[in-house]
């Protein structure tokens, strides 16, 4: 992509409704634009991103063998009357109703809508197990949204559901999501801590959130300091193991979040307890029979015996992610990104546009990239060097090579990592290429 060309509103000063680092970079990188309280439109350089991650989590979730599908963002209330959740979830909810006064609702979570299309398509036990997820929208209309895409009221969400006969094999599927989410999160450069967690308004007695620690984060979280070490587990985290034994290693170390901790029964002393604030960035609830019993949702089983299903839903914060992994990687000079989510992996900086060689070697390097595939932003803009070093720091391209007159007479440009300045590299014209292959 050319600069020259690409849509990209970036701004010099901080925002000043941005509260957290993360926000106020994602505004001044023209990552996003508020349209309403809680509620944005992403802007092509965000929209990358959150395509990146999405990506990982439906790789991941595919590997799993878990199927997609899409399911409407407004559902008819029905479902939830029938599941008793209607009345409950209250303020939260944005109810509507449509010419015919018929309730609906844009949905905050699909469990009911998933059930009803299992109770309908599915009778027999032989079609167990079954995990059905999608990536879409949902809207929660939060008291306090806040902290940009963190918190907002709309959001991008990928949400499981995991069906089956019994109890054994439904705490298997959650142990398979559990390993998923390991990965998916790792391939995003990130750190997460399982957490037992609260069900709250999904329900059941068995939850995982799995947690970032940042300062900025809205869960207060209890976790034994082990945790802090830089690499208090090393496991390799693959489908081949127990998966049971990889969630034990998993959970090994204390780690609860503040409403589902327990001063009194936490065996740990309180000096190796660390509490601190993280963010929640995906969330498994294994809640049994709740929604099949409710709505009726049942399966013959072997015996001819008609049963209610096991059920389980697991979510990712897909938009949420993009503020996360901005607060896990950033100076003050802006975003780093880890290379599998960031939105171009090289950035050329024209240090000379409209100076005949400079240009000529550029275009050449520019389409080089592209023609193998390696997705490059190209700053040709009649800029100074500096407005566009700062720029491509502030959008936080891993890769940065400087092409000026001076090193060209050599023969050379130069090659910098985001976040290392420090290491700067001269590299011959002709090899610069295949350091990208
Ligand atoms: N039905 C279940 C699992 S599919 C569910 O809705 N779980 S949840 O409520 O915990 O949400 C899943 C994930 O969505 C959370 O872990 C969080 O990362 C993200 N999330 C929840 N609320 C918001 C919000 N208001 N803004 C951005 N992300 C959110």
Redesign the pocket.
């Known amino acids: 992509m050319r600069r020259s060309n690409y849509f990209l509103p970036t701004l010099k000063e901080n925002p000043s409704e941005a509260q957290i680092v993360s926000h106020r970079l994602m505004l001044r990188a023209g990552m996003i634009r508020q349209a309403a309280a ?1 509620i944005y439109s992403w802007l092509p350089l965000g929209c990358r991103v959150l395509k990146k991650i999405e990506d990982i989590v439906r790789h991941e979730m595919d590997a799993t063998g878990a199927q997609e599908i899409l399911m409407p963002t407004i559902q008819p209330a029905e479902l939830w009357q029938e599941s008793g959740r209607y009345d409950d979830y209250g303020k939260e909810m944005l109810r509507i109703n449509d010419r015919h006064e018929r309730q609906l609702l844009y949905g ?4 009911e809508v998933v059930t009803d299309i299992f109770r309908t398509c599915v009778k027999s036990y032989r079609d167990l197990p079954c995990n059905l997820y999608q990536i879409h929208w ?1 809207f ?1 209309d ?1 008291v306090r ?1 806040r902290f940009g ?5 709309e ?1 991008f ?1 990928k ?3 995991s069906f089956d006969l019994d109890k054994v094999s439904a705490v298997h599927s959650y142990n398979k999501m559990f390993v998923a989410y390991l990965r998916c999160f790792a391939r995003m450069g990130l750190k997460p801590i399982p957490m037992r967690a609260e069900a ?3 329900g059941g007695d068995l939850s995982h ?2 947690i970032i620690l940042a300062d900025t984060g809205e869960s207060e979280v209890f976790c034994d300091k082990k945790w802090l070490d830089n690499d208090p587990l090393n496991i390799d985290v693959n489908y081949r193991s127990d998966l049971q034994s990889i969630v034990n290693k998993w959970t090994q170390f204390y780690a609860a979040t503040d409403d589902k901790h327990d001063p009194d029964s936490c065996a740990l002393p309180d000096s190796e307890i660390f509490e601190g604030r993280g963010i ?6 294994y809640f049994g029979k709740k929604y099949s019993r409710a709505m009726n949702a049942t399966i013959t089983n072997a015996d001819g015996k008609e049963i209610e299903l096991e059920m389980g ?5 897909v ?3 993009v503020g996360a992994i901005i607060e896990a990687n950033h100076d003050s000079n802006g975003i780093i990104w880890p290379e599998s989510v960031a939105p171009f992996r090289v950035g050329i900086i024209n240090l000379r546009s409209g100076d005949n060689q400079c240009d000529s070697a550029c275009d050449k390097l520019y389409e080089e990239l592209k023609t193998v595939g390696i997705e490059v932003l190209y700053d040709d803009r009649d800029e100074r060097a500096g407005v566009k070093f700062s720029d491509m720091d502030l959008i936080g391209v891993p890769w940065q090579i400087s092409v000026g007159p001076r090193n060209l007479k050599n023969g050379v440009v130069e090659l910098q990592r985001r976040g290392q300045k420090e290491i700067k590299e001269e590299i011959p014209v002709g090899s610069i290429l295949s350091r990208f292959l």
């Not at 929640?280 to 609830?285: L, P, Q, T």
């Not at 839903?313 to 914060?317: E, N």
């Open positions: 809680g905050p979570t699909h469990e949902k929660r939060e949204p895409v963190m918190r907002g009221r959001f969400m949400d499981n559901y709250g308004a999904i959130e799995f929640e960035v995906g969330h498994i609830f839903s697991y979510g990712i914060g938009s949420r992610l």
